[in-house]
């Protein structure tokens, strides 16, 4: 079963000031999460990414449909003992310390010294923050709100864990941090619903993705199977290369780029690719490697949205 269930979910909000009207935010979402996976959910500014976080945290209700987490309806109080989350752009109290809003969330979940503490100097430790435990929140810097926003929705050790943008405002450094964190929930068997538009950590990271877009669901599915496409070219590496073998080679391939002491080489065809490698090492040259060349998820994700405007 899975543990997160979304059925035909709609979400319409009513606009305008003398004459109202209802705008569809959410179209019929259909969506089912595994337990243990890390799922990336996907899709530009306004396609209902945060619109479906929100109902599944109970903070505003669907116009039709229903949703389920760890078998509880969404407006289970239990339910959300199990959870955390991780809003889009998260506001604490300024003039808490970053400890004291820890101890603070921790206790309203229940959790007691000592337990609390080392929990605390964990999470504040793992996630870069522990020189930054007795600072102020108003002092932080974006990144690290978003990082001791993610500290608090770890709080609990939950089963579930929802995060909107969780990458938002972060460094390189604060992202391979909070890919560190997200792999270790994973790890300790935790299910993460994430959103996000920064695509290369959703390669990263994710079992499985889906793409919305204007409130509809445009793909789903192992992230490996979306990626199954034709791979468009073959690079080629080589080292040790003279000019008269390099000369030899231009008519073999697509594609020379000289490299420092390296030369890459595209290949359209696999054809291409044996004769390559063949004519190198027939003539002194080293290998250092051969790599398919394929859509990228950016690529797939964008191909995915235009193709709804299109419709």
């Not at 004459?19 to 935010?25: G, I, L």
């Not at 000592?114 to 974006?142: H, Y």
């Not at 994973?186 to 994710?206: M, Q, W, Y």
């Not at 291409?272 to 790599?291: D, W």
Request: hydrophobic share 40%; net charge neutral; aromatic share 6%.
């Amino acid at each position: 079963m899975a543990i997160i269930e979304m059925e035909n979910l709609t979400k319409d909000f009513q606009v305008g000031f003398w004459k109202k009207h209802p705008v569809r935010a959410l179209d019929h979402l259909t969506l089912g999460v595994e337990s243990g996976e890390v799922f990336g959910f996907l899709g530009p500014n306004g396609a209902g990414k945060t619109t479906t976080l929100k109902i599944l945290m109970g903070l505003i209700r669907p116009t039709e449909g229903w949703a389920h987490v760890l078998g509880e309806p969404v407006t289970s109080v239990s339910m959300r003992r199990r959870i955390g989350y991780l809003p889009e752009n998260p506001y604490f109290y300024d003039y808490l310390t970053a400890e004291e809003l820890l101890r603070y969330v921790g206790a309203l979940f229940g959790m007691r010294q000592p337990a609390l503490g080392n929990r605390v100097r964990s999470l504040l430790e793992e996630l870069g923050l522990g020189d930054a435990r007795k600072l102020q929140l108003r002092r932080f810097s974006k990144g690290m709100i978003q990082r001791i926003g993610l500290a608090q929705a770890m709080i609990n050790d939950p089963e579930v864990i929802f995060l909107d943008e969780p990458m938002s405002g972060l460094d390189p450094l604060g992202r391979r941090e909070v890919r560190q964190a997200i792999l270790g929930l994973k790890n300790r068997g935790a299910t993460v619903f994430f959103s996000s538009h920064i695509l290369p950590d959703v390669e990263a990271l994710c079992d499985r993705v889906a793409i919305l877009n204007r409130g509809r669901l445009r793909q789903a599915g192992a992230l490996h199977d979306i990626l199954k496409v034709k791979i468009e070219a073959h690079e080629i590496v080589l080292a040790g290369i003279s000019e008269e073998v390099t000369a030899g080679l231009r008519p073999l391939c697509d594609e020379v780029t000289p490299m420092g002491e390296r030369l890459q080489l595209r290949a359209g065809r696999p054809q291409q690719v044996e004769e390559i490698i063949s004519f190198a090492l027939a003539h002194g040259a080293s290998l250092v490697s051969v790599n398919p060349i394929r859509p990228s998820l950016e690529d797939y994700f964008f191909h995915e949205v235009a193709g709804a405007g299109r419709e």
